[in-house]
C-alpha cells in the first residue's frame, strides 16, 4: 500500500458478485431491472482489456460502477485499490476516462487552456504539466490546434485531445468508451497506434467498451463479453473464436490460374476470384493449423501470397449470444494467442 492510499501490487480492478438493479416503469406498473448481474472478474496491471456487449448489457452500467459515478446494488468492487464512491477523490487521480460522446474539455476555450486547467484540478507542478503535455502534443500530432477552440476542432483533433487530456495526470488505468466513434480510418489508425505505444512504454492498464471490434482487434489482449448483465466470456479472441465455431479461413494467392482447390484435408473450398488466381479454404483450428492447410495447397500448386484471416469478431460475438440463448455449456477460452491478420509472402 503505497502513502496515497492505494494498492500498487494488487490488482487494477476487481469485482465479485457485482450487480445493479434499477426501477423502471412499465405504463402504470413498475418494475427491476437488472442491469449488471454479479459480476466476478479481475484485472492485473498492465492488461489490455476489451468490455463488450450488445448496446443495453450492461457495459456503461459496469463503468459507472468502477469509477464511482453509481453505488453498487450488491457485491463489491475496487478500483486501483480503492473503494470506488468511498474514495471517489482519490481514484480520480489514478483513472483515465474518455467517453466518445462526451467531453471534458472546456468548450469555448483553446486546447492548451483546458490542459492547464485540468493540470490544476491534479495539482500538476507546472514543469510537470508542460512535460507531459509537450510529450502528448508530439505523439498525438497536436501542435497545429492547441490554441483552437475546442468547439472548432474536427471530430478527430478533438478524440486526439480528449485522450491527451484523459492521459495529463498519468492515471494507472485508461477506461475508453466508444473512443473512436465517428473518426475515419486515417483518424482510428492514428489514435489505436498512440495507445498501442503508449501501453508499451508506460505499462497503463486499458479498458476498452466499443462496437468497433477493429479496436478491439488491434487494442486488447483479453475479451470480457457481456449479455444482459453476466458476463458470457472471459479469454482471449482465439478462445472466443473456437467456443463459438467460427473458422479461420487461408486466402492463396497462386502463380498461375488453377481449378479450385476442392479435396484439402479439412478445409473447405469457398470460392475463387480471377480465373482462379485466388482461392479460400475456412478450416476448423480445433481440427488442423493453418500450416497443415497451407502445405497441403502448396503439394498441388504454386503459391505466391497467402494471407490467413480470423473470424468476424462481430460475428462470432453473435454466435456466443447465439449459444448463451440455447443454454450451451460456456467455455472460456485459454490461449494467449490474440485474433489478428498474419499475412506472409513467398519470396
Not at 479460400?280 to 505466391?304: C, G, I, K, N, S
Request: glycine share 8%; proline share 4%.
Amino acid at each position: 500500500m503505497s502513502a496515497t492510499g492505494w494498492d500498487e501490487t494488487g490488482p487494477i480492478i476487481e469485482t465479485s458478485g457485482l450487480t445493479r438493479t434499477f426501477t423502471v416503469r412499465d405504463g402504470a406498473r413498475r418494475r427491476r431491472l437488472t442491469a449488471v448481474d454479479g459480476l466476478t472478474v479481475t484485472i492485473e496491471p498492465g492488461e489490455a482489456v476489451g468490455y463488450i456487449g450488445a448496446n443495453g448489457a450492461g457495459k456503461s452500467t459496469t463503468i459507472k460502477m468502477l469509477t464511482g459515478i453509481l453505488v453498487p446494488t450488491r457485491g463489491t468492487v475496487t478500483t486501483c485499490g480503492l473503494r470506488p464512491v468511498k474514495d471517489r477523490r482519490r481514484l480520480a487521480r489514478q483513472v483515465g476516462v474518455v467517453f466518445g460522446q462526451r467531453s471534458q474539455l472546456w468548450w469555448d476555450l483553446p486546447v492548451r487552456e483546458s490542459f492547464r486547467i485540468l493540470a490544476a484540478i491534479h495539482d500538476l507542478p507546472a514543469a510537470t504539466e508542460r512535460e507531459r503535455t509537450g510529450e502528448l502534443v508530439e505523439h498525438l500530432e497536436m501542435a497545429d490546434f492547441l490554441a483552437t477552440p475546442v468547439r472548432q476542432l474536427s471530430l478527430g483533433q478533438r478524440m486526439r485531445a480528449e485522450i491527451a487530456a484523459a492521459l495529463l495526470h498519468a492515471p494507472r488505468l485508461v477506461i475508453l468508451d466508444e473512443p473512436t466513434i465517428g473518426l475515419d480510418v486515417l483518424s482510428k489508425q492514428r489514435l489505436r497506434e498512440f495507445l498501442v505505444a503508449r501501453r508499451r512504454t508506460h505499462g497503463t492498464t486499458l479498458l476498452l467498451t466499443t462496437h468497433d471490434m477493429g479496436d478491439v482487434e488491434r487494442l486488447c489482449d483479453r475479451i470480457l463479453v457481456i449479455d444482459r448483465g453476466r458476463l458470457a466470456y472471459d479469454g482471449d479472441l482465439a478462445g472466443l473464436g473456437r467456443t463459438t465455431g467460427a473458422q479461420r479461413v487461408l486466402v492463396v494467392d497462386l502463380a498461375a490460374p488453377a481449378p479450385d482447390l476442392t479435396g484439402i484435408p479439412a478445409a473447405r473450398h469457398l470460392g475463387s476470384e480471377a480465373h482462379g488466381l485466388r482461392q479460400r479454404l475456412a478450416f476448423d483450428p480445433d481440427r488442423t493449423t493453418a500450416a497443415q492447410v497451407f502445405a497441403a495447397v502448396a503439394a498441388r500448386v504454386e503459391v505466391r501470397d497467402f494471407t490467413v484471416a480470423e473470424p468476424d469478431i462481430e460475428d462470432v460475438v453473435r454466435r456466443l449470444y447465439a449459444r448463451q440463448a440455447s443454454g450451451s455449456p460456456q467455455n472460456a477460452g485459454d490461449d494467449a494467442a490474440t485474433m489478428t491478420t498474419v499475412t506472409n509472402t513467398q519470396r
